[in-house]
């Protein structure tokens, strides 16, 4: 009996040990390291997850034709924007994108868009920015989201022309469309083969613009400047002049390089457009100080900075003949002609030797009396050394007009 009680011990004891084992083993890994094929199913179990949904966006696509999903039925377009938002993440994520902080999302946004991302939505769509309204938030919220994509409701702030700021996953996408993260191999709008649409394969398809946009917004990314200057210039002009942001040198080049300048001289008249001033999606104007600070830094007779300046400020002062300048009012042309001539004169004695010169500035500082009176009213805009600036222009304006009399005089 002491012998089978024994062995009985020994079987249970084994018995404890075996479970154990097991037990790690499940808790703990396989024995055997994760493949890449595991990795890419893991990440194409969303894909899997909609696919139904993601075919039915396709199949819904070709019904309304190019104008896509800003034309669908509200139900369907607020349910396939959940998912492209869902499917965005998870394309970016493949790409190699990593979510910020929403305290460093929050500092990007408003580095580079001039604002504040948790306000209302309501205050945000004057900038042309929208706080994507997920499900599980209020009701309320939801409802206006969905309102806002509506496609006849026509407002200002259509969802489908804003900017879409996506909280917690920290990305922008404009347009967040299913298309625009996962394609159907072979797929043609034109065609339309409901078949294809059935059976062919989903693969992940993400534009390189969105990758490139969101590295350069939240993580300040060089190479991604680099290629979004080479290859979607347009998104770096877009938060130049809708968001006045000139902060950025290569970005002021890069706008200043635009300028169509022919046969060694600036363009006249309204080839200027948004370069030294704009208006931001509120309407409210923006001067675009950091640029006209960079020229005089960087002010020399090769690059035609002053010359650029010089030739804008005979267009826009000239208010009487030339009434219309941009759409800006007489006032603001005012202030804009002010923070351009101080920088002309920071440039003067630099580049007043160029054969472009015209002393535009000169001229009207001597002839405009509102103009002056305008700057000086506004504390010469709070520039150092302006008054100095204004006193020389005058002084050499009346110099000019004395010799020319002189001239006269003893012809």
Known sequence: ?????????????????????????????????????????????????????????????????????????????????????????????????????????????????????????????????????????????????????????????????????????????????????????????????????????????????????????????????VWLKANNPSFLTYLFVDYGYDKSDEINKMVLDQIDVKNGFPPSGNGYKNVFASRNKSGRLLIHQGLLQYMSTHANEKNLYFCMLDDYLSSLLEIERNPNSEGFTREERYEIGAYVGYYYGLMYDKCCANSCNTGAFDHFVYYNKDFVAYIKQNNYMGLKGYENIIQKAHERESSSIATLEHNQTDE
Not at 93 to 114: D, E, L
Not at 167 to 180: A, E, M, S, W
Not at 188 to 202: A, F, G, H, R, S
Request: aromatic share 12%.
């Open 1 to 225: 009996m002491k012998e089978d009680n024994c062995m009985m011990f020994i079987k249970v004891l084994f018995t404890l040990m075996l479970v154990t084992m097991v037990s790690a083993g499940y808790k703990g890994h396989t024995g055997r390291p994760k493949s890449k094929t595991d990795i890419d199913t893991s990440r194409l179990e969303l894909i899997k997850v909609k696919e139904k949904e993601i075919r039915q966006y396709y199949a819904s696509w070709c019904d309304v034709g190019l104008d896509g999903i800003a034309v669908m039925p509200t139900g369907q377009q607020e349910k396939y924007t959940d998912i492209a938002i869902e499917l965005l993440y998870e394309a970016l994520s493949k790409a190699g994108y990593k979510p910020v902080t929403s305290q460093k999302a929050a500092a990007a946004i408003r580095k580079y868009f001039n604002v504040d991302i948790t306000e209302k939505n309501c205050l945000l769509h004057r900038y042309g920015i929208h706080r994507y309204v997920c499900k599980s938030e209020a009701i309320n919220d939801r409802d206006a989201q969905k309102k806002l994509m509506n496609p006849e409701v026509d407002e200002a702030d259509d969802f489908w022309d804003l900017q879409i700021f996506v909280p917690n996953y920290n990305y922008i996408v404009y347009h967040p469309t299913i298309d625009q993260a996962v394609q159907i191999d072979g797929f043609n709008l034109e065609d339309c083969d409901l078949n294809n649409i059935k059976v062919d394969k989903l693969s992940y398809r993400l534009d390189k613009s969105i990758l490139y946009q969101n590295l350069f917004i939240f993580y300040d990314s060089k190479a991604a400047f």
